[in-house]
């Protein structure tokens, strides 16, 4: 398939749009990477996904496809080159879906937490919410994973797609904080599984370098920030 029939609009920064980056990667599909601009947001993007105004939206011969779990499962279905995403057992699918929709819903938003907090109180509850969190992903990955490098077996999956999107954030905000979130201690598994993701090919060119990272959450951070304080008013 052309390059020109599989557009991606998105922001490198963002670790939803990663998702998408590295499905594609899997696939083996080309595409053209369309840099958002977000403030003000293009009209590409507008009418592209009238409805939430975010990224990632996957452009596959004009069509528009939204939100970042969705169109992973697009990818794996639209193309058949390269290894299955989601696993083919109707179970392991399920509960793949299960982890990467918590991931979403209550780990995130806890990470969320640890740039935004107002003061040391604050973070350190995030921080906590953030490790007991992790811990069921380690429990989750021990199970899931059967022995192997991925929580997709042999090679990266949804799982991996899903949690691993957020692995620059993860080491932003280790760095940040003066914390080790993935350690020996407590995520054994995943701190070997890291390092194994992010050194993958679908993986290691797209995943965003640490320092450029952090330069670019010191604006998140204040947007974060900002918004605790007004809703704390």
């Known amino acids: 398939m052309a390059k ?6 998105g922001a490198w920064p963002s670790p939803f749009v990663l998702r998408a980056r590295i499905a594609l990667n899997v696939k083996s599909v080309e595409y053209e990477f369309l840099q958002e601009t977000l403030e003000p947001k ?3 993007l507008l009418r592209s996904n009238p409805v939430h105004k975010k990224i990632p939206v996957l452009l596959h011969n004009d069509k528009p496809i939204c939100e970042s779990l969705i169109i992973v499962e697009y990818i794996d279905e639209a193309w058949a080159s390269g290894p299955s995403i989601l696993p083919s057992d109707p179970y392991e699918r399920a509960i793949a879906r299960f982890w990467a ?5 209550r780990w995130f938003p806890a990470m969320k937490g640890i ?3 107002q003061d040391d109180a604050a973070r350190m509850a995030a921080v906590g919410q953030v490790t007991e969190g992790l811990v069921l992903l380690e429990e989750a990955f021990q199970k899931i994973s059967k022995g192997k490098s991925f929580f997709g077996g042999d090679h990266i999956g949804y799982l991996d797609i899903a949690f691993g999107g957020f692995l620059a954030w993860i080491r932003v905000t280790e760095g940040m904080g003066g914390i080790k979130l993935l350690n020996e201690t407590k995520t054994p598994g995943l701190l070997k599984w890291a390092e194994k993701f992010a050194a993958d090919p679908a ?3 797209v995943l965003p370098e640490t320092q450029k990272l952090a330069e670019f959450s010191k604006i998140i951070i204040a947007k974060l920030r900002a918004a605790a304080a007004a809703k704390a008013k």
């Not at 020109?4 to 609009?9: P, R, S, T």
């Not at 929709?101 to 819903?105: L, M």
């Open 4 to 9: 020109n029939d599989v557009k991606l609009i």
């Open 42 to 44: 293009s009209e590409l």
């Open 101 to 105: 929709a918590y991931v979403d819903e």
């Open 115 to 117: 740039l935004g907090a």
């Open 203 to 205: 993986v290691k060119d």
